[in-house]
């Protein structure tokens, strides 16, 4: 049985943080961790005695601010974000069908799958798909900002992500519905966006959301580009 990762919860961003853990190792990723959570982050790394190898983001958030530069700071891990988010100071920009490495031979595959943002990714780790704000559990991720594209994000989805294994266990970005893991199977059968829809009821849908502006966008990208830490730090 492939293992699970340890899903934790901000409340005022509804974001999940996920920490993978090599199983029988000490070595930890983690992935689109919040900077107001990050005592409570080290806390859980410290607790369980793990070495954090890598700080992931699937995208730049404009929800929330990252602690992935004080994480960095803090525990010696390295950033890795996907390269067309504009996240400089990662030391990892990844590509499409790279693998992250860590621990004794875990690896993390990426895919990259724009829609959401541009350069927005998702990850494959021993049958679990971080899905940031691509998939979500019965949604997806808005496509009006960011150089989101409601085409390119349903090609993503049913063109990359579907094509995982029905089994594989779907782990978002958000939940606003009090949801925590879902399965590809699942979500091709029942996703009330996405499953048995052309792509021109689901452009058009999209399309017709008139979502509010995210509250912190015009702060929290240009945070989340220098891995949420003040420009010049
Ligand atoms: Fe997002």
Same mark, same amino acid.
């Given at each position: 049985?492939?293992?699970?990762?340890?899903?934790?919860?901000?409340?005022?961003?509804?974001?999940?943080?996920?920490?993978?853990?090599?199983?029988?190792?000490?070595?930890?990723?983690?992935?689109?961790?919040?900077?107001?959570?990050?005592?409570?982050?080290?806390?859980?790394?410290? +607790?369980?005695?793990?070495?954090?190898?890598?700080?992931?983001?699937?995208?730049?958030?404009?929800?929330?601010?990252?602690?992935?530069?004080?994480?960095?700071?803090?525990?010696?891990?390295?950033?890795?974000?996907?390269?067309?988010?504009?996240?400089?100071?990662?030391?990892?920009?990844?590509?499409?069908?790279?693998?992250?490495?860590?621990?004794?031979?875990?690896?993390?595959?990426?895919?990259?799958?724009?829609?959401?943002?541009?350069?927005?990714?998702?990850?494959?780790?021993?049958?679990?798909?971080?899905?940031?704000?691509?998939?979500?559990?019965?949604?997806?991720?808005?496509?009006?900002?960011?150089?989101?594209?409601?085409?390119?994000?349903?090609?993503?989805?049913?063109?990359?992500?579907?094509?995982?294994?029905?089994?594989? +266990?779907?782990?978002?970005?958000?939940?606003?519905?009090?949801?925590?893991?879902?399965?590809?199977?699942?979500?091709?059968?029942?996703?009330? +966006?996405?499953?048995?829809?052309? +792509?021109?009821?689901?452009?058009?849908?999209?399309?017709?959301?008139?979502?509010?502006?995210?509250?912190?966008?015009?702060?929290?990208?240009?945070?989340?580009?220098?891995?949420?830490?003040?420009?010049?730090?």
């Amino acid at each position: 049985m492939n293992p699970n990762p340890i899903q934790l919860f901000d409340v005022e961003s509804s974001t999940f943080t996920y920490i993978l853990v090599a199983p029988g190792g000490q070595d930890a990723v983690i992935i689109d961790p919040v900077d107001h959570n990050v005592e409570r982050d080290l806390r859980h790394l410290e +607790r369980l005695g793990l070495r954090l190898a890598y700080v992931l983001e699937t995208h730049a958030h404009a929800d929330h601010v990252t602690s992935a530069g004080m994480l960095r700071e803090r525990t010696g891990a390295r950033a890795a974000a996907p390269r067309g988010c504009g996240i400089a100071p990662a030391e990892r920009q990844l590509d499409d069908g790279d693998v992250l490495e860590f621990g004794a031979g875990e690896t993390i595959a990426v895919l990259h799958t724009p829609g959401h943002t541009a350069g927005s990714m998702c990850y494959v780790w021993r049958g679990n798909v971080f899905t940031g704000d691509t998939l979500l559990i019965d949604g997806c991720g808005r496509t009006d900002f960011q150089s989101g594209s409601a085409d390119a994000l349903y090609d993503s989805v049913t063109g990359k992500l579907f094509a995982l294994p029905d089994a594989t +266990r779907v782990w978002p970005g958000h939940d606003y519905k009090g949801q925590s893991v879902s399965t590809i199977g699942w979500e091709k059968r029942h996703n009330s +966006r996405l499953a048995n829809r052309s +792509r021109d009821d689901f452009v058009k849908l999209m399309g017709e959301l008139n979502l509010p502006k995210p509250k912190l966008i015009d702060v929290a990208v240009p945070a989340n580009q220098n891995l949420g830490l003040p420009h010049g730090a």
